[in-house]
T-cell receptor, first 117, second 109 residues
Framework: GAVVSQHPSRVICKSGTSVKIECRSL??????MFWYRQFPKKSLMLMAT?????????EQGVEKDKFLINHASLTLSTLTVTSAHPEDSSFYIC?????????????FGPGTRLLVL | KQEVTQIPAALSVPEGENLVLNCSFT??????LQWFRQDPGKGLTSLLL?????REQTSGRLNASLDKSSGRSTLYIAASQPGDSATYLC????????FGTGTSLTVIP
């Protein structure tokens, strides 16, 4: 099946630094990618939807200037957590939709654990 | 490696019926299990989260159970409605997320 990778799988950073997370579709073209986060003991929540070549659509309550999403190619989307703070520590997951298949299947990355000290 | 399986892959029921979706996983060392619904072209919507120490969670017409020892979870939907038509995904969290393949549900008016 289709594979989505995320890099890094785990990152620890100091407060105030920026962290970039990559999401790649390895064997298909992802016209749409979704970014999620999960806080400890909480449900996975959608942050934003990004379509290749256009600005991401953010869910209510998600700061677009803090969570910068770039989807510049059909196989890569990046999420940059700017000026990270300890409350940004979370599990971030991306998923990608194969726009060429005519199906609605989404493929999920394994996630990135972010810990901000 | 954790493997998550959902049965059935597709389900079609008349409106008003109660139904059960199944999710099984191979490694019982999980932090939690979640059920989601996915509408075409949309992101996931979280339905229920069951921590590894819990047995079930309820929200409205939805009830999810978790049996870690047998590696199974069920999502029970009572009095189904056409608006329930969607794909339902379960996911378990260990060192990473593991998603099931989903059950496509169609509720016929």
């Amino acid at each position: 099946g289709a594979v989505v990778s995320q890099h890094p799988s785990r990152v620890i950073c100091k407060s105030g630094t920026s962290v970039k997370i990559e999401c790649r579709s390895l064997d298909f073209q992802a016209t749409t990618m979704f970014w999620y986060r999960q806080f400890p003991k909480k449900s996975l929540m959608l942050m934003a939807t990004s379509n290749e070549g256009s600005k991401a659509t953010y869910e209510q309550g998600v700061e677009k200037d803090k969570f910068l999403i770039n989807h510049a190619s059909l196989t890569l989307s990046t999420l940059t957590v700017t000026s990270a703070h300890p409350e940004d520590s979370s599990f971030y997951i991306c998923s990608a939709r194969d726009g060429t298949s005519g199906q609605e299947t989404q493929y999920f990355g394994p996630g990135t654990r972010l810990l901000v000290l | 490696k954790q493997e998550v399986t959902q049965i059935p892959a597709a389900l079609s029921v008349p409106e008003g019926e109660n139904l059960v979706l199944n999710c099984s996983f191979t490694d019982s060392a999980i932090y939690n299990l979640q059920w989601f619904r996915q509408d075409p072209g949309k992101g996931l919507t979280s339905l229920l989260l069951i921590q590894s120490s819990q047995r079930e969670q309820t929200s409205g017409r939805l009830n999810a159970s978790l049996d870690k020892s047998s590696g199974r979870s069920t999502l029970y939907i009572a009095a189904s409605q056409p608006g329930d038509s969607a794909t339902y995904l379960c996911a378990v969290t260990g060192n990473q997320f593991y998603f099931g393949t989903g059950t496509s549900l169609t509720v016929i008016p």
